[in-house]
């Protein structure tokens, strides 16, 4: 192994999502494998992240538990001011140090489908019911089956085809 590299290891539990004030994924069990390769004027921090987190379900917002498997580079260099984009974070000379519990979260998160529901029939069957009556769709159990097939064509895929509100917006484009 090269002399400027290390190598570093820690788990992740729920702990750890509630004390980065996590906004999607409140539990989860993680194995994080990080490795800090120093290169010319920089650093190279590669990530590998493993395990499963508990996200809610986009259609009952039960929970529902999803695997984990992410590979990320994220480039660090000392600087004067903290800034960070996409490719490149820059530390202040003076701290000299790197909280990469945020970019976990983020590498983590981004790594999710954007569609994030249960197996056909394993929703929360009585939480269909409920959100059934507040978004006023025929009670019918079959059209509530249908949600998670929505027509991806008219409406963005951002995850909200499963919402029933879009269904009757493209009955109207339809009839238009
Ligand atoms: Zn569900």
């Known amino acids: 192994m090269r002399q400027d590299s290390c190598e570093y290891e820690c788990s992740l539990d729920d702990r750890f999502f509630a004390e980065i004030d996590a906004p999607e994924i409140h539990e989860g069990c993680l194995k994080v494998h990080l490795s800090v390769k ?3 004027g920089a650093y190279v921090l590669e990530f590998h992240t493993e395990g499963t987190v508990t996200v809610a379900c986009d259609r009952c917002l039960e929970s529902l538990e999803l695997p984990v498997c992410a590979d990320n580079v994220q480039i660090v260099k000392l600087g004067a001011d903290f800034s960070e984009d996409e490719d490149l974070v820059i530390v202040p000379e003076e701290e000299g140090y790197i909280d990469v519990s945020w970019l976990i979260y983020e590498f983590v998160a981004l790594s999710l489908p954007m569609k994030r529901v249960h ?18 769709v025929s009670s019918s159990s079959e059209e509530a089956e249908d949600w998670g097939e929505a027509d991806t064509e008219a409406i963005p895929d951002d995850g909200r085809e ?13 009839n238009n």
Do not use: F
């Open 119 to 136: 197996a056909p029939g394993e929703c929360d069957e009585r939480m269909m019911g409920v959100l059934g009556e507040h978004v006023c």
């Open 162 to 174: 499963t919402d029933p509100r879009w269904n009757e917006l493209k009955k109207i484009l339809n």
């Open 38 to 40: 120093k290169s010319v």
